[in-house]
């Protein structure tokens, strides 16, 4: 587009000077109308370009998440290793390479071994209209740093801590020792995966357009959607090697932990987040938090709780200032987090992602699938996490597990 911009812009100038050299002061009739034509052009291509630029700044990783990685593999975010999404183009050509392309009524049903369709709930001419799927939440895996492997596990160096100090010693004495007992384990790359069919007529194939574009591009993503939550859920509380999980910022028992008591007159937990920050910063990561996870309903009350002057304690005009940060920490808020657990943590100490597979998805059959004109999506990836410094992670515990009720509100309003 900027190159079409230059060479409207060099005719427009070319017309210009050429009117100019002939002796014409002002443009009429031919040369008027396209001299119009050429800003009007130059007006559309400037807008577009603009927006362009707005939408590659817009999905650029942040600047903290640049050039992490291992042995020469960086990446911005452990999210990229895994990206969500693919065309329609790729999933036409994976159903054109399996050479199949039979036709079946779409039924709202089930069938063995199970499919969902809508057929019969479609009324003639059905404009392109997504059907309302469930909403699923941000994903852990793009705030944090990741690795990808060329094999099933990765072994890597948990530090606990670090014992002894330096000291001032006098001439042939013997210096101090510091001792660092590291442990090295193995992180086991963990398939998450699931799958769906859909009708032949639902999809089309063999270059025919599916009877329902619109329901299909949303069972798709809601295949892949499917899969971030259960990614989100191992990711945080995964159980270990032990339990065929993921590592879950929580399965390692050396984490630090600060129990919240909800302290100051008015029973209010801010004081408490700011105990979990100084325990990281204090403890034996120096960990400087980056990044708060909690559960909707304890992020809710947190917001909601007010001084003896009914102000809120996150904001003085919520409805205004920044209400996503507690101390300048961002939230990061999932149903996959426990409620009255938050998980304080900084991103470029405690460890990583791990990404063996990223997510995909691939077109095939399912026993009787092809008789019954059945496309079956399965979406897929295999990936683990490793704690290396557990100290950089914190486990509050404590805070409040249920959203402000409507009772609770107008008592707030009263006061």
Not at 92 to 106: K, N, P
Not at 247 to 252: A, E, P, W
Not at 281 to 293: F, H
Not at 348 to 371: C, H, K, Q
Request: proline share 6%; with cysteine.
């Amino acid at each position: 587009m900027e190159a079409r911009r230059d060479q409207i812009r060099q005719q427009a100038t070319d017309l210009l000077e050429h009117r100019q050299a002939a002796g014409i002061e002002e443009l009429d009739g031919p040369d008027a109308t396209r001299f119009r034509a050429m800003k009007s052009d130059l007006r559309d291509l400037n807008r577009d370009i603009k927006e362009y630029r707005e939408d590659l700044r817009r999905s650029q990783v942040p600047e903290r998440f640049q050039n992490l990685g291992l042995r020469g593999r960086p990446v911005n975010s452990a999210g990229r290793l895994s990206p969500l999404g693919y065309s329609d183009e790729q999933l036409r050509r994976a159903y054109d390479a399996i050479g199949r392309g039979e036709t079946a009524v779409l039924q709202m049903e089930q069938r063995d071994p199970g499919f969902t369709g809508v057929g019969g709930l479609i009324p003639p001419d059905l404009g392109p209209i997504l059907p309302v799927f469930p909403r699923h939440e941000s994903r852990l895996l793009d705030r944090l740093p990741g690795v990808g492997i060329d094999v099933p596990q990765i072994a890597y160096i948990e530090l606990v801590a670090t014992t002894g100090s330096a000291a001032i010693v006098a001439e042939g004495a013997a210096k101090p020792e510091l001792l660092m007992p590291a442990d090295q384990k193995v992180a086991t790359a963990r398939k998450i995966a699931c799958h769906v069919g859909i009708s032949y007529e639902a999809f089309g194939g063999g270059g025919a357009t599916g009877d329902y574009p619109a329901f299909v591009s949303a069972v798709q993503a809601e295949l892949l959607r499917t899969v971030v939550d259960t990614e989100n859920a191992q990711l945080y509380a995964g159980t270990g090697e032990g339990n065929n999980q993921v590592n879950g910022l929580l399965s390692s028992p050396n984490i630090l932990t600060f129990a919240a008591t909800g302290s100051g007159t008015n029973a209010q937990h801010w004081t408490d987040l700011l105990g979990a920050i100084s325990t990281l910063r204090t403890g034996p990561a120096l960990a400087e938090p980056d990044l708060l996870l909690l559960h909707p309903n304890t992020w809710q009350a947190l917001r909601a709780e007010q001084d003896l002057y009914g102000r809120f304690y996150v904001a003085a005009d919520p409805s205004t200032d920044q209400v996503e940060q507690a101390w300048g920490v961002p939230v990061l808020q999932s149903v996959a987090f426990t409620a009255g657990v938050g998980v304080l943590f900084d991103t470029s100490l405690y460890g990583r992602a791990v990404i063996r597979e990223p997510l995909v998805t691939r077109i095939g059959y399912s026993g009787t699938d092809f008789t019954q004109n059945i496309i079956r999506f399965v979406s897929e990836e295999r990936l683990t996490q490793t704690i290396e410094r557990p100290q950089a992670i914190c486990k509050i515990t404590g805070l409040p597990t249920a959203a402000p009720s409507l009772a609770e509100t107008k008592s707030t309003a009263k006061r």
